[in-house]
Every structure is written in structure tokens, then in C-alpha cells.
């Protein structure tokens, strides 16, 4: 189980995440690879007609079809330029403020799911908060664009949504936005590669 006191996403409840998904696109035809520790909530999702794949570092129970078990930072079954968004939850992988080749590589594995224009999105507990500036860090190598926003409830929430809607008014995230042309996994890689290198060369010439 991850360290609670090191997680970077803070947990989202099971309507924060319907409200979130459904806010992605999830159910009006976006495809959404939700990336969690569990993989809790797929397949509600998917029985509510969403567009919906997930991967789970460990499944609690027997996952459902469209959930894969095992680390982003390994290989990954999910097929280059297949997802509109990406959301990034609670796993191991993202819960140390460490630098590490795991987090980097598990990074170019999510953003090659990506279709061109794609874009990961990653709760936060601030949009100004200390997350920003240790995603900025984690993604510097990669091209794209970090932005921050807040996707709040509004009247046609509440009126189409209200049970699951109920106590949700605003869920601050981060949004790494891809650009138009397609980058192929092995160039994610690439980056990947090269910033975990410049990481390595500047700490040597630190020491």
C-alpha cells in the first residue's frame, strides 16, 4: 500500500470521480484511461456507458475486463495514440517526491496512449499548491504544455447528475496538453531517456 503521507493526488471520492469522468468525456464518447492504485470505479463507469480502460498497480478484487494489473512504469497493454485523456489517481509510482527513472518512464508510457491533442490530467489538493511545481519538474523533457484549472458543478450538474452530483462543487487539477502531431512511443521513450540523462548529468555536477 502506498505511503498515504507521500501521495501527490489526493484521493478522489467515487462521485468526484464520476463528475470527473464524465467532465473528461468519458461519457460522451472521449475515451479515458484512468491510472489508480485499485482500480476501483472502472467498471461503474463502463456499466454507465463510459468510454473507459484503467490500469490498477493492485486490483482488491477480481478486475473487470477493460482493467489491467501491474505498474505503468512496466510495459503497458494499452495501444499508442488510444486515449483522449489520461487521469492520473493514486499509485505508487506518483506518491514519492523523488525523481526517479520509474516515474519518468512510467510517464512516456501513459503520454504515448495519448491521441495528438490529448491531454493527462491529474487532481490536485491546490492549483497553486506544491504539486504544480513537482509535476512541472516530472514532465520538463516532455513536449507539452502544463496548465492548471478547476472544473466546478454548474446548473446542467445538477440538474442531469443530482444524486451523483450531491456535496462535488470543485475539483481542482493539473492538464498536460500534447500537441497536434502524433509522437510515436518510441520518441516518448526518447524523451524519457534524455531527461533522466540531463537529471543525472546535473546532479554530478552538483556534487
Not at 477480481?62 to 510495459?75: D, W
Amino acid at each position: 500500500m502506498p505511503d498515504r503521507s507521500a501521495v501527490t493526488c489526493p484521493d478522489l471520492t467515487k462521485k468526484q470521480f464520476l463528475f470527473l469522468a464524465r467532465k473528461l468525456g468519458c461519457f460522451s464518447k472521449r475515451s479515458l484511461l484512468d491510472v489508480s492504485h485499485a482500480g476501483d470505479w472502472v467498471a461503474d463507469a463502463t456499466r454507465r456507458h463510459g468510454a473507459i480502460e484503467g490500469i490498477a498497480e493492485l486490483a482488491k478484487e477480481v478486475p473487470a475486463e477493460n482493467v489491467t494489473v501491474g505498474s505503468p512504469a512496466g510495459s503497458i497493454s494499452q495501444a499508442a495514440h488510444s486515449m483522449h485523456r489520461v487521469l492520473v489517481r493514486d499509485i505508487s509510482v506518483f506518491q514519492s517526491e523523488e525523481m526517479t527513472p520509474e516515474t519518468t518512464i512510467a510517464l512516456a508510457n501513459l503520454l504515448s496512449c495519448l491521441k495528438p491533442r490529448g491531454r493527462m490530467v491529474i487532481p490536485v489538493s491546490a492549483v497553486d499548491g506544491t504539486e504544480h511545481e513537482l509535476w512541472k519538474q516530472r514532465l520538463s523533457g516532455f513536449p507539452g504544455r502544463l496548465t492548471s484549472r478547476i472544473y466546478k458543478t454548474n446548473v446542467l450538474d445538477y440538474a442531469s447528475l443530482t444524486f451523483v452530483l450531491r456535496g462535488i462543487h470543485e475539483i481542482p487539477v493539473l492538464e498536460f496538453a500534447i500537441d497536434r502531431k502524433p509522437i510515436s512511443r518510441i520518441d516518448w521513450h526518447r524523451f524519457a531517456r534524455e531527461a533522466v540523462m540531463a537529471r543525472m548529468e546535473n546532479s554530478n555536477a552538483a556534487a
